[in-house]
């Protein structure tokens, strides 16, 4: 039996930032890509197939900022990953879109690594849970 190995793309234009997480992640066992911008979003969503994208909102071009990169993705016949929004845009207006956009997280920079691991974490767990025994209502997993 092989062990499926989860795919994490992060979408995130510093530098920095990215590389930590993608080390981090990369030395949790995770299978990490990244993206410095959203020009190529949807291609490297395509072929990739992720789990969990991490989802910086302020990204160098403003047709491929992530409210813009959200709204492609529902437009799509792909099947969805679970998106965590990982952003300084802490305004309610900018969490409540992320939301209404699918979004299952929103998190606001600065964030400690644990929380950002737990995350992720808790979305692959979300997604087992469902893939094995179909969609249940939250409060069946509190």
């Not at 039996?1 to 530098?15: A, C, F, G, Q, S």
């Not at 403003?62 to 300084?88: C, D, K, M, W």
């Amino acid at each position: 039996m092989t062990v499926k190995i989860p795919k994490i793309l992060i979408v995130e234009d510093d530098r920095t930032n990215q590389y930590l997480i993608r080390e981090l992640l990369e030395w949790k066992g995770y299978d990490v890509y990244t993206l410095s911008s959203g020009e190529r979003f949807l291609e490297v969503v395509q072929s990739l197939k992720p789990d969990v994208i991490l989802l910086d909102l302020k990204l160098p071009g403003s047709e491929h900022g992530g409210f813009t990169l959200l709204e492609q993705l529902n437009q799509t016949a792909i099947s969805r990953p679970s998106v965590i929004i990982y952003s300084a845009c802490s305004l309610p207006h900018d969490i409540a879109t992320a939301k209404r956009l699918g979004a299952a997280h929103y998190l606001i920079k600065p964030v400690g690594i644990d929380e950002i691991l737990r995350t992720i974490h808790m979305e692959l767990l979300s997604w087992e849970l469902e893939m094995t025994y179909g969609k249940m209502p939250v409060s069946h997993l509190v």
